[in-house]
């Protein structure tokens, strides 16, 4: 699976953005799918998880309430929805395909190359 993530970009603080994922293969819908973040200096962070048929959505504590994961198996893309964004948001963005339900970086097998959000304040 090759994994291409965009929509990133800068935002001022309160705005939204929507991260998107694009995915090869014919076999997308069999994949855990996860957006993680990782910011200058910090280790990659889980964010969002959400299976393969679309069930199974898990937010990390700091977005709940404010991003939200979809994913559209016709077209095999994940798209995370990012609100009410906030400076701490600022991080590079990935998207990753799993067969865990792991909220860690190595409960994934596969990585996009991340896409880059600048929240101001």
């Known amino acids: 699976v090759q994994l291409q993530a965009f929509g990133g970009g800068l935002v001022q603080a309160g705005g939204s953005l929507r991260l998107s994922c694009a995915a090869s293969g014919r076999t997308f819908g069999s994949y855990i799918m996860g957006w993680f973040r990782q910011a200058r200096g910090k280790e990659r962070q889980f964010v969002a998880r959400i299976g393969g048929s679309g069930s199974g959505t898990y937010l990390e504590d700091s977005v709940k309430g404010r991003f939200i994961i979809s994913r559209d198996n016709s077209k095999n893309t994940v798209h995370l929805e990012m609100n009410s964004l906030k400076p701490e948001d600022t991080a590079v963005y990935y998207c990753?395909?799993?067969?865990?339900?792991?909220?860690?970086?190595?409960?994934?097998?596969?990585w996009g190359q991340g896409t880059e959000v600048t929240v101001s304040s």
């Open positions: 990753a395909a799993g067969r865990s339900w792991s909220l860690q970086p190595n409960g994934f097998d596969y």
